[in-house]
């Protein structure tokens, strides 16, 4: 496969990085809600917002990376149909990158906690403690959420279908290795 059909090595890097940090988040943000207040379950929630400030800043390299090298072409087989239906994903997943973690720091804000990063520096508060807000701001978060994981699990269907249906290679673009 020659190098102008595979996404850069910093492409690769950051898509995976920042995938298994998603994953990381949606996993810890899924057990921590449940749990009985504890401090394991406070510290769960640093953990989780350190991973989402992560992400935020991942996703902004990722993004600037993406518009300074240019992607690999889809292959001449897909339908023009696919080819939008591939764009729009990745343009609804890169928003929702953005958008997952600023509302989780938003809703944090408005519910008057400080997001400290990696117990280092306290992230200044964007939106003062607010009760009437703070509600709807966990619930966009949630909905956000879970709008990602339906896309990311699209996402995930649509490279298999590409590796094991069409068998065009079009997943080896964006693993790690040559």
């Known amino acids: 496969m020659a190098n102008n059909e595979r996404y850069s090595t910093v492409s690769v890097a950051l898509h995976w990085l920042v995938a298994l940090l998603i994953i990381a988040a949606f996993s ?14 406070l510290q769960y929630y640093s953990y989780h917002k350190w991973i989402g400030v992560t992400v935020l800043a991942l996703v902004a390299l990722r993004l600037l990376n993406r518009l300074l090298s240019k992607a690999p072409d889809y292959p001449a087989h897909m339908s023009v149909l696919q080819q ?3 764009s729009y994903t990745h343009l609804l997943l890169y928003a929702l990158m953005f958008a997952v973690p600023l509302s989780g720091y938003f809703y944090t804000c408005a519910a008057g906690y400080p997001v400290v990063y990696l117990g280092l520096f306290e992230l200044p508060s964007v939106i003062a403690p607010n009760p009437e807000i703070k509600h ?6 949630e909905m956000l959420t879970y709008g990602m994981a339906v896309l990311v699990l699209m996402h995930i269907a649509a490279a298999l279908k590409h590796q094991f249906i069409d068998k065009d290679g079009l997943l080896r673009r964006m693993m790690p290795g040559k």
């Open 84 to 86: 939008k239906a591939a």
């Open 136 to 141: 709807s701001l966990k619930e966009l978060h």
């Open 28 to 41: 810890l943000g899924w057990v921590m809600t449940d749990m009985k207040i504890s401090p394991t379950k």
